[in-house]
């Protein structure tokens, strides 16, 4: 079991910056990969980005590539998102979930989700 926790979102002018961290506590494996995904007001949940665990490898969404930065300290057990030149577009509640290896598409555990507005 694995347990997830946002923290970091808020309100921000467009062109701003926000780092999310999430929190990982229970029983991690160095294949896990950590996973960030936003939805927007009547809209799905889409992909942000993506860290494996252990070698750091990371994805980007193409709406976001450029301007967010995942990243991970092991030791401390947290993923951080570092979101740079927001945009109002970016409004959204943020999740961080993950799932047990690269190779599946579905992720087991997710996070109550963080708040990120942009304003214009």
């Known amino acids: 079991q694995v347990q997830l926790e946002e923290s970091g979102g808020g309100l921000v002018q467009a062109g701003g910056s926000l780092r999310l961290t999430c929190a990982v506590s229970g029983r991690t494996f160095s294949s896990y990969v950590m996973g960030w995904f936003r939805q927007a007001p009547g809209k799905e949940r889409e992909f942000v980005s993506h860290?494996?665990?252990?070698?750091?490898?990371?994805y980007y969404a193409d709406s976001v590539k450029g301007r967010f930065t995942i990243s991970r300290d092991n030791a401390k057990n947290t993923v951080y998102l570092q979101m740079n030149m927001l945009k109002p577009e970016d409004t959204a509640v943020y999740y961080c979930?993950?799932?047990?290896?690269?190779?599946?598409?579905?992720?087991?555990?997710w996070g109550q989700g963080a708040q990120v507005t942009v304003s214009s």
């Open positions: 860290i494996t665990w252990s070698g750091g490898s990371t």
């Open positions: 979930a993950v799932k047990r290896n690269v190779y599946i598409n579905e992720y087991d555990y």
